[in-house]
């Protein structure tokens, strides 16, 4: 059992709809991430939460909108997306130390027709 | 930069032979290395990691990593494979920041075969 919740875990959408992903965690962590994973593919960053606060933001495409509305929860906003944005998307967390692990969901598979 | 290179992308064992997973690493300093493992249509699941300390960590799933800063390396060793350890394996690097600007190697596919 995963101690990180993404949902949904999948998710089919078109090039003009609108969609969020959620993350939730309940480990007291309060850095949040998340991660792009395209088949055969390490996992690559794309945002970085620290105390509900963006610290680090991958020169994502603006079409990415990333929300941390608490230090549970993590959304990422999907708005006109093409279809290479179709991956796997994982959320992770960890404790604000250093070398504190990743604890990472099961990801949601995203496919943009 | 930090990086982290796998040399091997795909390896193929049998059940019950022992296993090393290759990870050389470059860092300013000194790294906090991470074997992570991923099923397919799964999340990432941590399996050591190392700082310092004892250059032999164990870790779960009966993996063990060995250290060596004059190799730059931290490879994964497993004295036998159980079919259930197919999998993609990732060593990463990270450092001492308050939050994790982890960099992953490219992966290694195991296969088991009977």
């Known amino acids: 059992d995963t101690e990180v919740t993404q949902t949904p875990k999948h998710l089919v959408m078109g090039m003009t709809n609108k969609k969020s992903l959620k993350c939730e965690q309940h480990?007291?962590?309060?850095?949040m991430y998340w991660y792009k994973q395209k088949a055969k593919k390490p996992p690559e960053l794309m945002f970085v939460?620290?105390?509900?606060?963006?610290?680090i933001n991958e020169s994502v495409p603006s079409r990415f909108s990333p929300e941390c509305p608490n230090s549970s929860l993590l959304n990422l906003h999907l708005h006109a997306l093409q279809p290479e944005d179709s991956a796997l998307y994982l959320c992770?967390?960890?404790?604000?130390?250093?070398?504190?692990?990743?604890?990472f969901g099961n990801g949601t598979r995203l496919t943009v027709t | 930069a930090q990086s982290v290179t796998q040399p091997d992308i795909h390896i193929t064992v049998s059940e019950g032979a022992s296993l090393e997973l290759r990870c050389n690493y470059s860092?300013?300093?000194?790294?906090?290395l991470f074997w992570y493992v991923q099923s397919p249509g799964q999340g990432l699941q941590l399996l050591l990691k190392y700082f310092s300390g004892d250059t032999l960590v164990q870790g779960i799933k009966g993996f063990e990593a060995e250290f060596k800063r004059s190799q730059s390396s931290f490879n994964l060793r497993k004295p036998s494979v159980h079919w259930s350890d197919a999998a993609e394996y990732f060593c990463?690097?990270?450092?001492?920041?308050?939050?994790?600007?982890?960099?992953f190697g490219i992966g290694t596919k195991l296969q088991v075969i009977p």
């Open positions: 860092y300013g300093a000194t790294p906090y």
């Open positions: 939460y620290s105390y509900e606060k963006l610290s």
């Open positions: 480990m007291g962590h309060r850095a």
């Open positions: 990463a690097v990270g450092g001492s920041g308050g939050y994790q600007k982890v960099t």
């Open positions: 992770a967390s960890s404790q604000e130390a250093g070398g504190s692990p990743l604890h």
